[in-house]
């Protein structure tokens, strides 16, 4: 079974800095796309950014310059790098990748998602 596990998030104050990590494991062949979203109660889940396989990278602008997404493709696991923090990028942090496993019926790649991890920025 294949489990994406985000960590890093927590409490900072206004400027600071956070990295998250999402780890995927279980019998994997190939993670293609990761993305992260976040997620305010009451409002829409936004797309923050991704990366693909091969490095290309999208940000959402509300983040840009200010955060930055990367990859270890020997670890499985996504990073994400966010400086400047501001109090409007309080929200639960998700990671959802794109993989290819073994034992799941089909070597297509599906979606997966973590549990997410709090963010909260103090102004």
């Known amino acids: 079974q294949v489990q994406l596990v985000e960590s890093g998030g927590g409490l900072v104050h206004t400027g600071g800095s956070l990295r998250l990590s999402c780890a995927a494991s279980g019998p994997i062949i190939s993670v293609e796309t990761i993305y992260w979203y976040r997620q305010v109660p009451g409002k829409q889940r936004e797309l923050v950014a991704s990366v693909t396989g091969g490095g290309s990278t999208f940000y959402a602008d509300s983040v840009l310059y200010r955060f930055a997404i990367s990859r270890d493709n020997a670890k499985n696991t996504a990073y994400l790098q966010m400086n400047s923090l501001q109090y409007e990028d309080t929200a639960v942090y998700h990671c959802?990748?794109?993989?290819?496993?073994?034992?799941?019926?089909?070597?297509?790649?599906?979606?997966?998602w973590g549990q997410g991890t709090q963010v909260t920025v103090s102004s």
């Open positions: 959802n990748a794109f993989v290819s496993a073994r034992g799941v019926g089909t070597l297509a790649a599906l979606s997966y």
